[in-house]
């Protein structure tokens, strides 16, 4: 192995905690994890929260669009630990200062929100962080929008499919890096595999030194990349 891959939680750390909670995302930064993945949305009102879905149906105790929601009223659907749906703000106060990596997902390929860049960029300007984060979407039009507001930040594109030409794509998109479901060999420019639960894998990944794994089982991967 010519480098460490670092392991990302795939919204925290879902074997133990409810995904994107608060106490994921501690418990994570407790365990000295590398690095975090978590995804973005808008409320009704403008004001960015952390959830996979655009809906709440699937992890809260409530039911309709994230969208349809504003912050006040979407703070009353718990999580299963009977956490709220946390804003971007207490996430960032969470993490400022911690030895921890961030891949932020603009969740805006189904869903747009207006000024979502804008605004969420904003804030990770104004919050002290170790290192840069990764700003990664499936819309390509949200990197886009987002290295127009501040080309100095790492943009990263989300895809299940293979891509022809990576380097070159990577090149004319202004992309650090791609984040695949799938690995295929990737040079000069940073690859992130998700979701990788599976120990062969993980393995095989860490042997051919990926930029970064990311994973629901976090300790497990770190288990396996100190025997490889």
């Not at 004001?47 to 699937?58: A, G, K």
Request: hydrophobic residues 40%; negative net charge.
């Amino acid at each position: 192995m010519t480098s460490k891959s670092l392991i990302y939680g795939h919204r925290g750390v879902p074997v133990k905690f409810p995904e994107n909670s608060l106490a994921g995302f501690a418990y994570a930064i407790s365990q000295h994890i590398d690095g975090l993945e978590f995804d973005v949305h808008l409320t009704k009102d403008g004001v960015p929260v952390i959830m996979h879905d655009e809906t709440v149906d699937r992890t809260t105790n409530s039911h309709g669009k994230i969208v349809d929601y504003t912050f006040q009223e979407l703070r009353q659907c718990t999580l299963s630990n009977g956490e709220p749906v946390p804003s971007l703000a207490e996430f960032l106060d969470l993490v400022s200062g911690e030895n921890v990596h961030l891949n932020l997902e603009f969740k805006t390929d189904r869903q747009y929100y207006p000024g979502i860049e804008h605004k969420v960029l904003r804030m990770v300007q104004q919050t002290d962080l170790v290192y840069p984060v990764v700003f990664s979407s499936f819309n390509l039009q949200s990197l886009k929008r987002s290295y127009a507001i501040d080309p100095t930040q790492k943009y990263a594109f989300l895809t299940s499919a293979k891509i022809g030409a990576p380097e070159a794509f990577a090149k004319s998109e202004h992309l650090e890096g791609l984040h695949l479901e799938h690995y295929q060999p990737v040079h000069h420019v940073a690859e992130r595999v998700w979701t990788v639960d599976d120990p062969s894998e993980m393995r095989q990944l860490f042997d051919r030194a990926v930029s970064a794994v990311i994973t629901n089982d976090f300790e497990l991967a770190q288990d396996v990349r100190a025997a490889v």
